[in-house]
């Protein structure tokens, strides 16, 4: 008994470390390559880079501009996810307290929404927007934010209606009494009450806003606004198979995310799985 | 619910707390969804001359698109492939890591780490991978299947790009799978054990009926993130080699915005749109009856 329990621990182990190869390979190549020289990634991709220079990082934060495009994304991610929050939670809050047949309606709406594809909304939303009334050259960024507002409410709403259903009516009522209106109630009761689910849904939106590359590369048109997938790419382009240029330029891409993640692992990973019951 | 009994305040309030989200999603979906049928239905002369009234001709030439069509089955071809793999590996991997070891939050961080990372960059990691690291390897051990350059292979690109979506998504539906795996509750799993159930009857029995609902979710989401899958399309092959794995958005995005067609691209978008739309409906419908029998 004892010795198959440690052979099946052994075999756990054995595909625990396996998959752990498998999932983190790509990020070692990374970064023992964003050191090496044309030269030593050619002979072998695989080995120690036989000195620690940090020249071609200087290189990459140059070339690709890099502190306007964290900034650019850093931005537009930050402000629309803010704003998803916000405005998503008000209105799970208003259609669960407030069920009117129009309420009803309109979250069905939101909720059928969700099996929209995108490809299938963005040769009008492209045609409107830049032919017709111009916002692609005239507000490019502002336009974006709104966009992405409006494609994470659905998803966002859902999640909050969710929760909000098993919030208990009687702190909300107590509140009123004590002569709060309607939108005291939400930002000092209701809304505290919400930030594990709030938790939530920023993470799941922060990670689609800041690696979105479709939406943002037919609206960003100007160079000063790139986000860094379309920066990326034109990194690519410009620099196609020089490797020692491309290998820490996706590093310093995805480096920030990743140091993030180090930190708030154990939150995110928490928080993503407490999505996933809703 | 307490109700506003002044009227005015009562749409006040009903303007502040949902017209914010009510006005954008108008603004991003409903607008554009509408006018996309309208779109369907106009062509243009060059990219930017008016639209002209052309009744169903763009869904004539979007039926008879043969490069439409095979870019829909390959995409069909990936669905196939990935939502099997990744619901199978993510699975696995949820079981695996709560099995109450004590390094599992390690493994589970660290299986989930490729979800961080949006698809254009990886389709670019996993070039360098492709590209560079694999014939390398084939180079030294003399493993001839990996010293092929997979993205110039018809085949093998396909198979990349497969490979390279299971090692993204596995990790997230691990997620959701483990989360449905620790609310299985344990008092009916100790009785089966007590009643002499072995580990693949407690399996296939008792874990498996439970889990529908997460299967549920997960499904959904794999097949809905195959017909869109872009990002690492463009990335990692491009497309390529000659056109042989361009699937069905990038075919759209090009028509739209490559050849300036956009009618005759909104009219295939549309045809996505119905398909994406009955087979996610649909596998929801038997998954949810599925769900009230077991």
Redesign the interface.
Known sequence: MAASRVTSLTLLYFFLVLAFAIFTFPFFLLIVNSFKTNGEILENPFSLPGSVNFIHFGDVIEKMNFLVTFKNTFLITAVSVILILVFSAMTAYYIVRNGTTFNNAFFAVLVASMIIPFQSIMIPLIYIYGAKLHFIDTAPVSLLIVLYIGFGSAFSVFIYHGFIKSIPLELEEAALMDGCNRRQTFFKIVLPMLAPTSMTIAILNVLWIWNDYLLPSLILTEEKNFTMPIKMKVFNGTYMNNWELLVPAILMTVLPILIVYLFGQRFIIKGLMQGAIK | ????KNSMKRFG??L???G???I??????L???A??FY?TLMKMAS??SPLEFSGIDNYVTAIQDKEFWASMWLTVKYMAGTVLFVNVLGFV?AF??T?N?R?Q?F???????????????LG???Q??F???LP??GEKWGIDFLRLGWLGDEKLAFWALVIVTI?QSA?YMM??F???LI?VPKDIIEASTIDGANGWQRMVKMILPSMVP?FV?TVFLTL?NA??V??IN??LTEGGPYGSTTM??MH??NK??LETN?GV??AE??V??II??SV??LQVYFSKKMEVEA
Do not use: C
């Open positions: 619910m307490i109700k506003e309030y009903q502040f707390f949902t914010p989200t009510m954008t999603f108008t603004i991003a979906l607008i554009p969804f006018y996309g779109l990219p930017t991997l695996l890591v099995s070891i390094s939050n493994f589970r961080t660290a299986y989930f780490t490729p979800n961080l990372i949006g698809g254009l960059v670019y990691i996993w360098f991978v590209v560079q690291s390398a390897i090692w990790g997620i959701i483990i989360a449905g609310s997460s979710v809905k017909f869109m872009y990002d463009f990335s069905v958005s759209v995005v739209a915005f956009y691209g909104q978008a549309i996505l749109f994406v739309a996610t409906g």
